[in-house]
């Protein structure tokens, strides 16, 4: 049983910029693909980013690729997703999933519980 925590979120300017955390409770010698989803209200889950195993690959949904950045810290089981140049569209609540690098959600084994992300104009 894989259990991803996340941390980070909460309230930012246009233009601002925000980091998401996302840890793994694996073994440390365990690495496993991951990516970030969204989801606003009223709207189906969006891919946002996704990672290798060893963070050599990487992959971005159109809508963020140039602000957005994902990376990873094996030694901490940890993915991060940097956010950058936020816009209201942006405003999501923010979902980090392991198991594939996808873009599509039903890929993902296991999830994390979601953390808001709000973006003022």
């Known amino acids: 049983q894989v259990q991803l925590v996340q941390s980070g979120g909460g309230l930012v300017q246009a233009g601002g910029s925000l980091r998401l955390s996302c840890a793994a409770s694996v073994r440390t010698s365990t690495t496993y693909p991951m990516g970030w989803f969204r989801q606003a209200p009223g709207k189906e889950r969006e891919f946002v980013a996704s990672i290798n195993w060893s963070g050599s690959n990487t992959y971005y949904g159109n809508s963020v690729k140039g602000r957005f950045l994902i990376s990873r810290d094996n030694a901490k089981n940890t993915v991060y997703l940097q956010m950058n140049s936020l816009k209201p569209e942006d405003m999501a609540n923010y979902y980090c999933?392991?198991?594939?690098?996808?873009?599509?959600?039903?890929?993902?084994?296991?999830w994390g519980q979601g953390t808001q992300v709000t973006v003022s104009s």
């Open positions: 999933a392991a198991g594939s690098t996808s873009s599509e959600s039903q890929n993902y084994r296991y």
